[in-house]
Nanobody, 128 residues
Framework: RVQLVESGGGSVQAGGSLRLSCAASTDTHDINCMGWFRQAPGREREGVAT????????YYADSVKGRFTISQDNPKNTVYLQMNSLKPEDTAMYYCAAGSGPSECRLRPLTPNMYNDWGQGAQVTVSS
């Protein structure tokens, strides 16, 4: 299984920026997609931004388009999420995920259950 280690996150005021990083290790040769999802208290986990592994084709939730940018460093098997113009409604636990093997993440890239492996989560808190 793919191991995912997240870093970054924290607290920021509205309008500020944060950057999340996620490094993948073990069985990385079989990854099809990587991405970021978030879950706020009392809400379902939702897709934020995902990217095809090895190919720079990104997908974004409408709520973050123009503010968030996903990128990847393929040799390092690392994916990043640059978050600008943050809003209080962006407050959530952010999870890195990888879809591997028979995963259909490339058909439904922002759907959480298309992903096999998950990181431990990084808290992002935006105050008004």
């Amino acid at each position: 299984r793919v191991q995912l280690v997240e870093s970054g996150g924290g607290s920021v005021q509205a309008g500020g920026s944060l950057r999340l990083s996620c490094a993948a290790s073990t069985d990385t040769h079989d990854i099809n997609c990587m991405g970021w999802f978030r879950q706020a208290p009392g809400r379902e986990r939702e897709g934020v931004a995902t990217i095809y592994h090895g190919v720079d084709i990104p997908y974004y939730a409408d709520s973050v388009k123009g503010r968030f940018t996903i990128s990847q460093d393929n040799p390092k098997n690392t994916v990043y999420l640059q978050m600008n113009s943050l809003k209080p409604e962006d407050t959530a636990m952010y999870y890195c995920a990888a879809g591997s093997g028979p995963s259909e993440c490339r058909l439904r890239p922002l759907t959480p259950n298309m992903y096999n492996d998950w990181g431990q989560g990084a808290q992002v808190t935006v105050s008004s």
